[in-house]
């Protein structure tokens, strides 16, 4: 499914091309698709929100498949191997970030579906180590959701400096948060949720949230750590004022609508935090994907076929899901 020019996904922009099947070059593997799960980033470079590095593009970056074909030099995995593609899709490895360990910040990184070609596809490919061993017992579709999802909402948690015995609020419940309360209440947090949607609420009460609401609702108590998922820079003012002192939030999303002026004794005063986070590590990966085979964490799945993308990225749009929707080519 190829994107040439963006569109409110309304408008069909994406359409089915039969493409070369891509030869791996050297350190590269090819990877014959199984899934690949849709992510909101794919709805920000399909509509527009942004911009397109590569025209015409193959979008996602939530891939599970298995090793088809070797490049030159490559010896990290044999054909057949299962294998996992998430939205870092390679670092320079040479430049002061990627030096000082934080190669999610390398100002020459590429990123999956977005610089290169990704899943929404049968086949596609990716640097040997930039691949990711899929657990045993867990299953294609079932892995996809972690691969950006699960590794994004795992860095926001870490970066919010969530605890155990601490009061974490998650803003938004699509398919990273609903990953993200599973680690948050293995490791012992207590988890409050916001969401407008019905659906969802019942869903984090079914994972286990203490308390479900909306933004702005009355809470029993401050937060020590919250996470945004939701793209709404208008939420950023209610998620600091339910923070405790001293505590972060950490706005988990790659695009966000403007934040509107905060009152710096309400929002921000009393050492409150307010940060971002910038894409994944490979490390963040690792840790996840062991830590979803042990919690184990259960990830919620609809699938499509890949004709229908355009209208599961819809349903995504219009929190028709709980969960993750996923392609199966």
């Excluded at 998430?86 to 990184?109: I, Q, S």
């Excluded at 959701?145 to 009061?167: D, E, M, Q, T, V």
Aim: proline letters at 7%.
């Amino acid at each position: 499914m190829v994107l040439q020019e963006q569109a409110p996904i309304e408008e069909k922009p994406l359409e089915m091309r039969e493409v070369d099947r891509p030869e791996p070059g050297p350190g590269r593997i090819r990877v014959k698709v199984s899934a690949c799960g849709l992510c909101h980033t794919d709805l920000h470079t399909v509509e527009g929100d942004l911009d397109l590095h590569k025209r015409p593009i193959i979008p996602g970056h939530q891939i599970v498949g298995t090793v088809d074909a070797l490049g030159e030099g490559t010896g990290r995995f044999q054909p057949g191997d299962r294998v996992g593609m998430a939205w870092l899709h390679e670092a320079c490895g040479e430049c002061e970030y990627c030096r000082a360990g934080m190669e999610n910040l390398c100002e020459d990184a590429l990123f999956t579906g977005w610089d290169v070609d990704g899943g929404y596809a049968e086949y596609t490919t990716v640097g040997e180590l930039w691949a990711y061993p899929i657990p045993e017992g867990i299953g294609d579709v079932e892995a996809t959701p972690l691969l950006c999802g699960g590794i994004i909402g795992y860095r926001a948690f870490r970066l919010s400096g969530a605890a155990s015995g601490k009061r974490l609020g998650l803003y938004g419940f699509g398919n990273s948060a609903h990953m993200t309360i599973q680690v948050a209440r293995h490791a012992g947090c207590e988890v409050y949720v916001f969401t407008r949607s019905e659906e969802h609420k019942r869903h984090a009460e079914q994972l286990g949230a203490v308390w479900v609401g909306e933004a702005g609702d009355p809470v029993p108590e401050k937060m020590d750590a919250s996470i945004m998922f939701a793209p709404a820079g208008g939420l950023v003012p209610p998620a600091m004022a339910a923070l405790d002192k001293g505590g972060t939030l950490a706005l988990a999303g790659i695009w966000m609508s403007p934040i509107p002026e905060m009152d710096y004794e309400e929002h921000l005063y009393h050492e409150k935090v307010l940060r971002s986070v910038a894409n994944s590590t490979r490390e963040d990966g690792e840790e996840l994907l062991a830590l979803a085979a042990e919690i184990p964490i259960e990830t919620t799945t609809t699938t499509f076929p890949l004709e229908e993308a355009g209208e599961a990225l819809l349903g995504m749009k219009e929190s028709r899901f709980n969960g993750d929707p996923v392609l199966v080519p």
